[in-house]
């Protein structure tokens, strides 16, 4: 693969400001980890996106498969029992939403035959979840309860600019207020969609362009911090729609996938990102380990739902 010099140069004048990071623990070379949901007592669940397995990881680092799916995996939420959701294919690669207990009890709970490529997922309501439909340009409406699933919103500025791009449009998607906010990391767009007293979209409107997120998370102040994959960084994004990047290669995130904010006392100002890295676009090392690093961001995150 080409080397990360023929990237466009979207962060070369940006402002830096690096946060204190420490790299919790690493996978072997070629994991692909990326999604994470981080529990009340500090345990990080991640997915390891190609084998189809949730690992659960103790705030000292210490992993263990929690669950395994069969197929793949990507986005993962908690349920309001403590449970997980998760978005990814089953074994006949069909899209799915699978239901993890407690115990490590896997259940699929919907087949999504129209969908495409099932990626982020974020919590809208004690049983209601949107999930990110990466190729179909789209947003799905996930009901767990009932169970049932219909598209929320399906958009050309989900979706996209050509179909033969293997680089996912709709990607991350978090609800920030009044606000659906959904990253297009195709178009390298920031996306920012009205959410209405019953829950249904407004129009789209871009927030932010020329950069280049996966997966995000907010604070409670709204700044957003992105992880840039191929970009090897995480950025933050203020309200003002001003740019810094927080973490660069030499912080561990290499190919950075996801970010969440950790749930503990003494944890709450501090996020987590999850990378894979640099399987996608590697560095001019060549693929390294996957990591979990933590970050001190100074500020307590903001709730998903």
Do not use: C
Not at 76 to 93: C, E, K, P, Y
Not at 116 to 128: A, K, R, V
Not at 215 to 242: P, Q
């Amino acid at each position: 693969m080409a080397n990360s010099a023929v990237l466009p140069p979207i962060y070369v004048d940006t402002t830096i400001e690096l946060a204190p990071a420490k790299v919790v623990t690493s996978f072997p070379i070629n994991t692909f980890l990326e999604n994470l949901a981080i529990a009340p007592d500090g345990t990080i669940f991640v997915t390891n996106h190609e084998v189809g397995e949730i690992v659960g990881i103790s705030p000292d680092g210490n992993q263990q498969i929690h669950a395994t799916v069969e197929g793949k995996v990507s986005g993962l939420a908690f349920t309001a029992n403590g449970g997980l959701v998760a978005t990814g294919w089953n074994a006949d690669s069909i899209p799915v939403i699978s239901l993890v207990a407690n115990d490590g009890t896997v259940e699929t709970l919907l087949k999504l035959p129209d969908a495409i490529f099932l990626n982020g997922i974020t919590p809208l309501s004690n049983t209601q979840y949107l999930t990110a439909d990466s190729y179909r340009g789209a947003i799905w409406l996930i009901d767990i309860a009932q169970p049932r699933v219909s598209i929320w919103l399906e958009h050309p500025m989900l979706a996209r600019s050509n179909s033969e791009n293997i680089t996912p449009a709709a990607n991350g998607l978090k609800r920030f207020g009044d606000f659906l906010y959904v990253s297009n990391t195709e178009k390298m767009l920031l996306l920012r969609i009205p959410i209405d007293t019953a829950v249904r979209p407004g129009e789209p409107e871009t927030f932010v362009e020329q950069t280049n997120i996966d997966d995000f998370a907010f604070d409670v102040e709204g700044n957003l911090y992105g992880a840039t994959h191929i970009y090897n960084s995480v950025v933050r994004i203020a309200s003002d729609r001003s740019t810094t990047v927080i973490a660069q290669a030499e912080q561990g995130v290499i190919g950075s996938t996801a970010v969440a904010f950790g749930q503990t006392e003494s944890d709450r100002t501090a996020i987590y990102v999850v990378t894979n890295g640099g399987m996608f676009l590697p560095p001019p090392t060549g693929v390294v380990p996957a990591n979990v690093v933590r970050l001190e961001v100074g500020k307590p995150g903001y709730p998903l739902a």
